[in-house]
């Protein structure tokens, strides 16, 4: 892609600007304007003189609307120069729900699946032949097909990719693994036959995770970690939910995050109290939700039914949304699929 191309393509994600935003630049330009300057000898005509000045202001807004749009770009591009990341938490956040809510919900038809992929980054806890602990971290493709209408059957498909540790092959890797949900009478699952009757008023929106956890922050964090994650196809639906979650004591921003895909971005993070801190991922020009992760914030142990096993400071799982399209029916499904019913 040139350098044209690539312009384009980060325009086309700029948010136009306002009055308010463009008043600043204005005055700065002006100022300049009304200070002194040495006598040339050959004045420039007037109507070139008002020529250079409108090209001025021209440039001045361009470059105040990328500054705007493009706050935390990568390095060479031209929002890198011009700009910088958000400074705190809750104005990422800001910038997260005016992203968003630029974008157009994914609206179904009738009879449509919501197509969504993810790459999960897991962790595998085994004994080796002496009984010591082993702790593997394990790359996973995830799939899901969920129905648009209440009353249809819906599609979990996973498979292991790839592992880092020494857990055996047969351990992580069981190849394509479905399973069917049955419909059900009510919309409990799937999560858009669920969210399609969400508010998107931020006041509405708190009052309703409130009133099922409480006004407790990491217990509204906990469930806006879950809403986001469900709501890639309502862009705004999200919008409301990060400026909930802007409002939010406790919320922290990390600059330098990385998704489990690899991508770069910046988090919005909330200490989990117990060594976990967890993140909501961003990208870092467009501010569009790239998925979550949970890291470990000091040494400790994870327990499991058998034993506990050591977890070390650093360890990182997550989840990265991929791409959300339509379909418009499930696909062949595995002779092998689990089959199992959601009850209300």
Not at 165 to 192: K, Q, S
Not at 270 to 295: A, H, K, Q
């Amino acid at each position: 892609m040139d350098e044209m191309e690539e312009l384009a393509r980060l325009w086309a994600e700029v948010p136009k600007a306002t009055e308010r935003d463009l008043a600043g630049s204005r005055t700065a330009l002006v100022s300049r304007f009304d200070r002194p300057r040495r006598r040339w000898r050959t004045a420039l005509p007037v109507r070139r003189v008002a020529l250079v000045g409108a090209m001025a202001v021209t440039l001045t807004a361009g470059i105040l609307v990328t500054e705007v749009g493009l706050g935390g770009s990568g390095p060479h591009t031209p929002g890198y120069l011009i700009a910088a990341p958000p400074a705190d938490a809750k104005t990422l956040l800001t910038l997260a729900a005016r992203a968003a809510s630029g974008r157009p919900d994914t609206v179904p038809a009738r009879g449509q699946y919501v197509h969504t992929r993810r790459l999960t980054q897991r962790s595998l806890y085994t004994e080796d032949e002496s009984g010591g602990t082993q702790h593997t971290k394990v790359l996973v493709s995830e799939e899901r097909w969920e129905a648009a209408d209440v009353g249809k059957p819906w599609l979990s498909r996973e498979q292991g990719l790839s592992a880092t540790g020494p857990a055996p092959r047969n351990r992580w890797d069981h190849g394509l693994e479905d399973t069917v949900y049955e419909p059900a009478a009510c919309p409990g699952r799937p999560a858009y036959a669920r969210l399609s009757a969400w508010p998107t008023d931020p006041v509405r929106v708190r009052a309703k995770i409130v009133a099922d956890t409480g006004e407790e922050p990491s217990r509204i964090w906990s469930s806006l970690r879950e809403l986001v994650a469900e709501s890639v196809v309502r862009p705004s639906l999200g919008a409301a939910l990060y400026q909930v979650a802007a409002g939010l004591d406790g919320i922290v921003l990390i600059p330098d995050a990385v998704d489990v895909a690899g991508r770069p971005g910046l988090a919005v993070a909330m200490d989990e109290g117990n060594g976990t801190r967890s993140e909501l991922v961003f990208d870092r020009r467009t501010y569009r939700y790239l998925g979550e992760r949970t890291v470990k914030t000091r040494d400790g142990e994870v327990r499991l039914p058998t034993r506990e096993f050591a977890v070390r400071k650093g360890d990182v799982n997550g989840t990265a949304v991929l791409a959300v399209d339509l379909v418009p029916g499930l696909p062949e499904v595995s002779p092998k699929a689990s089959r199992m019913k959601i009850p209300c």
